[in-house]
């Protein structure tokens, strides 16, 4: 690791699919290029990661999406992942996403269609639950809009607001985190289409606008975001495919570009990466082509810390492929892959 020409990477997987559970790689700066360094199986089935940097060194977090979910922390400063402390109970259901907001981490726990928050203490690790918020209502959908299912929990880009996207109420919660008391308040529900199913959002660079994507239909919704007032405005949806496709199509994850020009989605079934172009106003999307994800089911997307290059971890194939991107179109060119079994995320240190 000792390679000023690599950078550092984390890999999450379902462990009870076959994975391995946290992959830690070393990144080639010149290529792209992933090689395993080591990896953990303390945790079981680490589907999403977060990164802090503190005075004791950077710490991950890892949530444990099982029917009791649950969350860890590694230390990371040998090749593999070593487990800080004790597994920390959330307190509610298969946590999908994690976050870290005013001191403090956030998860999304899907089972039980609400968001926990949990103190983080001085040494990195996690203290029990503070609070537990929990979302109410449903959706149109048959099977998967019965109840709340929160999905993903992040801050803001101004750091005063904290924002829930739940696929089971088809809405976006804002809320207002207490970091003495350690607990979430919500400020605001925003509502978007029934049936849309909003699995996850990102952020323009400028924080003006957000990207909302939809899980049950193949959509991504643009949004207004006032951070002054903590209110979402949704102003309208762009495909995320093209039109005929007739396999069912289940979008994952979206990530928007660091010049805010291009946004990208990942499409499950379609096996495919969505490449959108964004007007200066941030307020028009616009679906140029899709490309193949370089394997099967692409669970998450990633960019690198430069911004050039594309990470798909694809987990029914058992792989994180990487893309180069063509700066002046935004189209993602293969580049290679590294064996990832039942691969669900990627993070960059």
């Excluded at 000023?4 to 790689?25: D, P």
């Excluded at 890892?62 to 090749?79: H, K, L, M, N, R």
């Excluded at 093209?242 to 069912?248: H, K, L």
């Amino acid at each position: 690791m000792g390679d000023k020409g690599a950078g550092r990477a984390f890999i999450g997987s379902f462990t009870s699919a076959g994975g391995r559970g946290i992959i830690a790689v070393a990144v080639d700066r010149r290529t792209g290029a992933l090689t395993e360094t080591g990896f953990s199986d303390a945790v079981a089935d680490p589907s999403y990661l977060a990164l802090a940097t503190g005075s004791g060194g950077p710490v991950l977090y890892a949530v444990s999406e099982t029917a009791q979910g649950a969350v860890a922390a590694f230390d990371i400063s040998g090749p593999a992942p070593k487990p800080i402390g004790a597994t920390v109970p959330v307190c509610g259901d298969a946590p999908t996403h994690l976050a870290l907001a005013g001191g403090h981490l956030v998860t999304a726990n899907y089972g039980s269609g609400s968001v926990s928050v949990l103190p983080v203490g001085a040494a990195g690790v996690p203290r029990a639950t503070s609070g537990v918020l929990q979302h109410e209502g449903a959706g149109p959908h048959p099977d998967r809009q019965r109840g709340p299912h929160a999905h993903q929990v992040l801050p803001d880009p101004s750091g005063r607001w904290v924002l829930g996207v739940d696929l089971g109420t088809d809405s976006v919660r804002i809320c207002a985190l207490d970091p003495r008391a350690g607990e979430l308040t919500q400020h605001r529900e925003t509502a978007l289409r029934p049936g849309t199913g909003p699995r996850h959002l990102a952020f323009h660079p400028a924080g003006s606008h957000a990207y909302v994507l939809n899980e049950l239909e193949a959509t991504l919704t643009v949004c207004r975001w006032d951070a002054d007032a903590g209110v979402l405005e949704p102003l309208g949806e762009t495909p995320v495919v093209a039109d005929g496709v007739s396999e069912p199509v289940h979008p994952s994850e979206v990530v928007v570009s660091p010049d805010g020009r291009y946004l990208w989605a990942a499409n499950r079934g379609h096996d495919s990466i969505a490449v959108l172009t964004l007007d200066t106003t941030r307020e028009k999307a616009e679906l140029v082509t899709t490309v193949p994800c370089g394997g099967r089911w692409p669970r998450d997307l990633a960019l690198d810390p430069t911004g050039r290059r594309l990470y798909a971890a694809n987990e029914r194939s058992g792989d994180v492929t990487w893309f180069d991107i063509d700066p002046r179109s935004g189209i993602p060119r293969r580049a290679g892959s590294l064996s990832a079994p039942a691969a669900s995320c990627v993070i960059f240190a």
